[in-house]
């Protein structure tokens, strides 16, 4: 069974940070590229970052300086570490699977998302 569970959300302090994982299990995690994503209320969903298959990162940006993806294959986790937070960062955010591993193809797979909320 295919499972993307992300944990590491909360409740924050504007200029506080968090750290979200992603653990990912049920297919060939290092063939796929692991992206975050967001969606606020009232809102577009927004990509965040991603990380391809070759441990490239890549950022949107609203968020480049800000947050740092990373990843442990080892573990198959896939981290993204939010400094500086914003309460325009209240959002509920995703993991997801890239089915290439470039970031660029279409996200298979998706977790059921973790709720971030930064208070001002």
């Known amino acids: 069974e295919v499972q993307l569970v992300e944990s590491g959300g909360g409740l924050v302090q504007a200029g506080g940070s968090l750290r979200l994982s992603c653990a990912a299990s049920?297919?060939?995690?290092?063939?796929?590229?692991i992206g975050w994503f967001r969606r606020a209320p009232g809102k577009e969903p927004e990509g965040l970052s991603c990380?391809?298959?070759?441990?490239?990162?890549y950022y949107s940006d609203s968020v480049k300086g800000r947050f740092t993806i990373s990843s442990d294959n080892a573990k198959n986790m896939v981290y993204l570490q939010m400094n500086s937070l914003k309460p325009e960062d209240t959002a509920i955010y995703y993991c997801?699977?890239?089915?290439?591993?470039?970031?660029?193809?279409?996200?298979?797979?998706w977790g059921q998302g973790t709720q971030v909320t930064v208070s001002s």
């Open positions: 049920g297919f060939r995690f290092d063939a796929y590229g």
């Open positions: 997801a699977a890239d089915r290439w591993g470039t970031c660029d193809s279409w996200y298979e797979y």
């Open positions: 990380i391809s298959s070759r441990g490239m990162p």
